[in-house]
């Protein structure tokens, strides 16, 4: 993995987030190395995460020759234990938040298939909770769109905590 650029005006949200560029570098590397990330036909984007400590620290980028440009970057302290089972009824109505998702089509790029609904694992401190997710039939590889990881960080987590 070359350089990752990041624009100026993510570059100031990352400062308030205490976020460091290096800890985006290296999650764009990681994604690049693994393969573990899914591609957005829509837009070309290619979007993972790392957990670093309770911190799933997502990134949005695309790849030009030698390098990344960062398109956007979001977290909370949910961690993702995995993927166990297809949703009962793949067709399901879903509600606002995953909705955009399937419109979208995203696709996992270890895998070259696209993401379907699926019942995925997820902890919060030592809570472990089950949620659909969109998610790689093969590889489990997991896609949160922002919407739905801030949902989690303002709504699921005080939950858990008993706010
Ligand atoms: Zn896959």
Redesign the pocket.
């Known amino acids: 993995m070359g350089i990752v650029k990041i624009p100026l005006d993510i570059e100031a949200a990352l400062l308030a987030d205490r976020i460091a560029a290096d800890e985006i570098a290296e999650t764009v590397a990681r994604c690049e190395r693994t393969r573990a990330k899914t591609f957005d036909p829509e837009s070309g984007a290619y979007t993972g995460y790392k957990e670093s400590g309770a911190i799933t620290l997502w990134v949005c980028y695309k790849t030009f020759c030698g390098g990344a440009e960062l398109l956007d970057y979001y977290f909370n302290r949910t961690n993702i234990l995995g993927v166990s089972e297809p949703a009962a009824d793949p067709d399901m109505e879903l509600g606002p938040l995953l909705t955009p998702i399937r419109d979208k089509k995203p696709l996992?790029c270890?895998?070259d298939?696209p993401l379907e609904i699926r019942k995925a694992l997820f902890s919060y401190m030592k809570r472990k909770y089950y949620a659909m997710a969109f998610a790689?039939p093969?590889?489990?590889?997991v896609y949160e769109s922002k919407e739905i990881v801030r949902y989690r960080a303002e709504k699921v987590e005080p939950l858990l905590e008993g706010k």
């Open positions: 996992c270890k895998c298939r790689c093969s590889c489990g590889q």
